[in-house]
């Protein structure tokens, strides 16, 4: 598959960005107002994660390879420390990993397509005969960017299937980090990028770091879960006993 003409490319490349950015801040409004929190100081974070994440990924870049561009993984890490600052001096309380975790799955999944067609964060060479592979700066390539705009949309549909279980607030964040984490060190395989350490890429190991916070989290969160469903049928259990006769 050959990329079109420059000039239909960059169109394409920054409608799908747009898009891209529209369909996250739609998600998170839509869950913000599902959960009765769509108020001005959510919104207030909202602008605070977006805002610190496109500077934080565009510093992050520049910081790791000297050379202008966007990494996802400093947007969202440096997009969180925003929120968390930003939480505080607004003095919310109530968890809204979620609403991000929606939002970034969604946007992802369409500006992935921007990277695409803009020929950025390109894959490495394919072998030979590969039936998906793309033209990209000289070569037949994996398209890295398809296969993390997939990756996305699948989280994206799972986090959608878990909201109708009603989890507890903040599991679609630490579900959504785990596997955006596993899924993007698996990703990283195939795009070009050089090894840091050990054979694996700046991203692979922040992909490992991400990994290991969300999963000890989410682990902690589903065995209070357990915990509390079981202290629950306990005393249910105990209200149903008939009394026991002080005499016989």
């Not at 969604?106 to 067609?117: N, P, S, V």
């Not at 989890?167 to 955006?180: K, S, W």
Request: glycine fraction near 12%; include cysteine.
């Amino acid at each position: 598959m050959h990329l079109p003409h420059v000039t239909v490319a960059l169109a394409l490349s920054t409608a799908f960005y747009v898009i891209g950015y529209s369909a996250g801040i739609a998600a998170f409004s839509w869950l913000a107002r599902k959960r009765g929190i769509a108020t001005e100081g959510i919104f207030i974070l909202m602008a605070a994660g977006l805002i610190g994440g496109l500077i934080g990924a565009n510093l992050t870049q520049y910081l790791a390879t000297g050379l202008p561009g966007k990494t996802v993984l400093g947007g969202i890490a440096t997009g969180y420390l925003c929120v968390v600052i930003a939480k505080r001096l607004l003095g919310i309380r109530r968890p809204t990993g979620d609403l991000f975790a929606l939002g970034i799955s969604a946007g992802e999944a369409i500006g992935r397509w921007g990277c695409f067609f803009a020929g950025c964060c390109g894959g490495k060479i394919a072998p030979r005969g590969l039936p998906w592979a793309v033209w990209q700066d000289g070569a037949w390539r994996h398209p890295s960017q398809a296969y993390d705009s997939i990756a996305n949309a699948a989280i994206f549909v799972l986090l959608l299937r878990l909201l109708r279980r009603n989890p507890p607030e903040n599991m679609l964040f630490f579900v959504q980090g785990v596997l955006y984490c596993a899924a993007r060190f698996a990703i990283e395989y195939y795009r070009e990028s050089s090894a840091a350490a050990a054979g694996l890429t700046l991203a692979q190991w922040a992909c490992l770091a991400g990994f290991s916070y969300f999963g000890i989290r989410l682990a902690l969160m589903v065995r209070s879960r357990r915990r509390l469903i079981m202290q629950d049928g306990e005393t249910q259990r105990t209200l149903s006993e008939p009394p026991v006769a002080a005499y016989p």
